[in-house]
């Protein structure tokens, strides 16, 4: 099992463009999450997904979507991406419930938005 | 109040050493507590789950009172290996996992 993986590990971006992060697990969990971990703030919530075509909002949503149309894959947009942006973004995922399953992490991907 | 609290450290020690770390969590009806540890530039892997009644790992001991809303984690005999941040985690009044922002431990030769 290749686990959780991320795409891509690191990207520079202007700010006001787009981007797409992806996220895989094969592990068949139906719980998946994206943080983001700023330099003294630990990670925070950013959206999460409780089984395919249901996704909710976390701590910090804002300027971020989400969709979850299978199991596997998960992928984070940034509608118009802002230098507060930056930062370095996790994917996550767990059998079932993050409270009570152990959670799963990628390798992250470092965006830098200039 | 911030949900999760931890000591930033840096926690500086040698080899050998006994070490702890604590932490406060302010959701009182939370039923789930974990310690991950994080490696620099990497991701956040689970240590240990915190149960009721204490619960240890070889040389990992972790601890919860729930009446003063404090969980610790408590390294004995420390390598240079166990260098990295560990991660208190409380389950949050929304169901979702709060991390706190970690403590960082430096074991020296």
């Known amino acids: 099992n290749a686990g959780v993986t991320q795409t891509p590990k690191f990207q520079v971006l202007k700010t006001g463009q787009s981007m797409t992060l992806q996220c895989a697990q094969d592990?068949?969990?139906?719980?998946m999450s994206w943080y983001r971990q700023d330099p003294g703030m630990g990670l925070r919530l950013i959206h999460y997904s409780v089984g395919a075509g249901i996704t909710d909002q976390g701590e910090v949503p804002n300027g971020y979507n989400v969709s979850r149309s299978t199991t596997e894959d998960f992928p984070l947009r940034l509608l118009s991406a802002a230098p507060s942006q930056t930062s370095v973004y996790f994917c996550a995922s767990s059998y079932a419930s993050s409270v009570s399953y152990e959670q799963y992490f990628g390798p992250g991907t470092r965006l830098t938005v200039t | 109040r911030k949900e999760v609290e931890q000591d930033p450290g840096p926690f500086n020690v040698p080899e050998g050493a006994t070490v702890a770390f604590n932490c406060t969590y302010s959701?009182?009806?939370?039923?789930?507590f974990f310690w991950y540890r994080q490696d620099c530039r990497k991701e956040p892997k689970l240590l240990m789950s915190v149960y009721s009644s204490g619960n240890e790992d070889g040389r990992f001991t972790a601890q919860l009172n729930r009446a003063s809303q404090y969980i610790s984690l408590l390294i004995r005999d420390s390598k240079l290996s166990d260098s990295a941040t560990y991660l208190c985690v409380s389950g949050g009044s929304q169901g979702n996992l709060i991390f706190g922002k970690g403590t960082k431990l430096s074991v020296k030769p």
């Open positions: 592990m068949n969990h139906e719980y």
């Open positions: 959701n009182s009806a939370s039923q789930s």
